[in-house]
């Protein structure tokens, strides 16, 4: 009796090892995955698919500011390699221009942001290798003819009316924002974001409203706290 007893205390003693070794493989391989999927190079694809997602870049996305992979989304490809892409979430919140008074795309605050501080912190040097120079057209508005000013030539941009009406459809063009964000700003739930194009009068430009529907009358740029969805031209080949 007593050496059945001791059979039996032995194998509940491996069970209980058996068990605590399995949880900390477990953890291990948790660890692991976490690690890999940070040095992860997630955009190397040199084939690009419209509507796909794809993982781009760093930038503070949880509620406590800790930097996350940025998530895009593909609007539209050029030789296979080549892809427009724009961020699957609103990254900040921020009025278009400081200053109020009449403002373009080309002179505007967020557009200096966008390719200095943003470019700097978002992406690593062999990242911004990837990111193509791209001319950003910008029309007058087609309703009041205000001045949408000159085309300029970034890293960086926003979308403009024409783009966000035709490469995306209304339920793509509703989101919100990171944790990072809604924590930040408050922004909780669906929120409407900035384009580039000029609004109704030229103290305002154009968005997208928090329902995805564009509003061409726009917002006035120095009042307002608009969601800012970066857009780029990548090129996985460069």
């Given at each position: 009796?007593?050496?059945?007893?001791?059979?039996?205390?032995?194998?509940?003693?491996?069970?209980?090892?058996?068990?605590?070794?399995?949880?900390?493989?477990?953890?291990?391989?948790?660890?692991?995955?976490?690690?890999?999927?940070?040095?992860?190079?997630?955009?190397?694809?040199?084939?690009?698919?419209?509507?796909?997602?794809?993982?781009?870049?760093?930038?503070?996305?949880?509620?406590?500011?800790?930097?996350?992979?940025?998530?895009?989304?593909?609007?539209?490809?050029?030789?296979?390699?080549?892809?427009?892409?724009?961020?699957?979430?609103?990254?900040?919140?921020?009025?278009y221009h400081e200053?109020?008074?009449?403002?373009?795309?080309?002179?505007?605050?967020?557009?200096?942001?966008?390719?200095?501080?943003?470019?700097?912190?978002?992406?690593?040097?062999?990242?911004?290798?990837?990111?193509?120079?791209?001319?950003?057209?910008?029309?007058?508005?087609?309703?009041?003819?205000?001045e949408g000013g000159?085309?300029?030539?970034?890293?960086?941009?926003?979308?403009?009316?024409?783009?966000?009406?035709?490469?995306?459809?209304?339920?793509?063009?509703?989101?919100?924002?990171?944790?990072?964000?809604?924590?930040?700003?408050?922004?909780?739930?669906?929120?409407?974001?900035?384009?580039?194009?000029?609004?109704?009068?030229s103290d305002k430009?154009?968005?997208?409203?928090?329902?995805?529907?564009?509003?061409?009358?726009?917002?006035?740029?120095?009042?307002?706290?608009?969601?800012?969805?970066?857009?780029?031209?990548?090129?996985?080949?460069?």
């Amino acid at each position: 009796n007593m050496a059945t007893k001791n059979n039996g205390d032995n194998s509940g003693i491996f069970i209980i090892l058996v068990i605590i070794a399995l949880i900390i493989l477990g953890i291990e391989c948790i660890d692991i995955h976490k690690e890999n999927s940070k040095k992860n190079i997630k955009y190397e694809n040199s084939e690009y698919s419209v509507g796909d997602t794809i993982t781009f870049g760093n930038y503070p996305q949880d509620s406590d500011g800790s930097e996350e992979p940025i998530e895009w989304v593909i609007l539209k490809t050029k030789e296979g390699s080549k892809a427009l892409i724009i961020s699957k979430y609103i990254l900040e919140e921020r009025k278009y221009h400081e200053t109020k008074g009449n403002i373009t795309w080309e002179n505007c605050d967020t557009r200096k942001w966008l390719n200095t501080e943003f470019y700097n912190e978002a992406f690593d040097e062999e990242e911004q290798k990837k990111i193509e120079n791209t001319i950003v057209r910008i029309e007058d508005n087609y309703r009041t003819e205000t001045e949408g000013g000159n085309d300029t030539r970034d890293k960086i941009f926003l979308l403009n009316i024409d783009q966000a009406n035709n490469l995306l459809d209304t339920i793509d063009r509703e989101t919100e924002g990171t944790e990072y964000v809604k924590k930040t700003y408050g922004a909780e739930g669906k929120q409407g974001w900035w384009l580039c194009s000029p609004g109704c009068l030229s103290d305002k430009v154009a968005v997208v409203r928090s329902y995805g529907g564009t509003d061409s009358d726009g917002a006035e740029s120095s009042k307002y706290y608009g969601g800012i969805r970066p857009a780029l031209w990548i090129n996985s080949e460069s």
